[in-house]
């Protein structure tokens, strides 16, 4: 582990269901006072959320990656949805006609909004 920020961000990132401030110092081989300028950086950046928890009586945190509602146009083209979505095909993406295609599509939906 090198970078303590982006190495708790991974951390944090692996478990949707959160982790604990108490426990993640640990994770890290940091101490807790370290650990809660890592959090306040992360907290900082908006990539990660977190909220008050207790454990056997004591109060920590449960940090959480931060959830942004996803962007349509990066999934869409036009009416078209990608088809990298429940795909379960081996992947090659670069000879993928299947996305070719919709990328294609993709390029003539952008082209009209423009026109
Ligand atoms: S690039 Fe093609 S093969 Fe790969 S996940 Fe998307 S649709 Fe499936």
């Not at 959160?18 to 807790?32: N, R």
């Not at 992360?42 to 940090?63: C, M, N, P, Q, S």
């Amino acid at each position: 582990m090198n970078n303590p920020i982006e190495d708790a961000l991974k951390v944090i990132q692996s478990k949707p269901e959160g982790v604990l401030q108490s426990e993640l110092w640990k994770v890290l081989g940091v101490d807790s006072r370290k650990c809660s300028r890592i959090v306040k950086k992360l907290l900082d950046t908006g990539l990660i959320e977190r909220a008050e928890f207790k454990k056997d009586g004591i109060k920590t945190y449960v940090l959480t990656v931060t959830k942004r509602p996803l962007d349509p146009s990066l999934i869409l083209a036009g009416e078209e949805l990608i088809p990298c979505i429940g795909c379960e095909d081996e992947c090659n993406v670069i000879e993928c006609h299947r996305l070719m295609d919709w990328m294609y599509q993709l390029a003539i939906v952008e082209a009209e909004e423009i026109i």
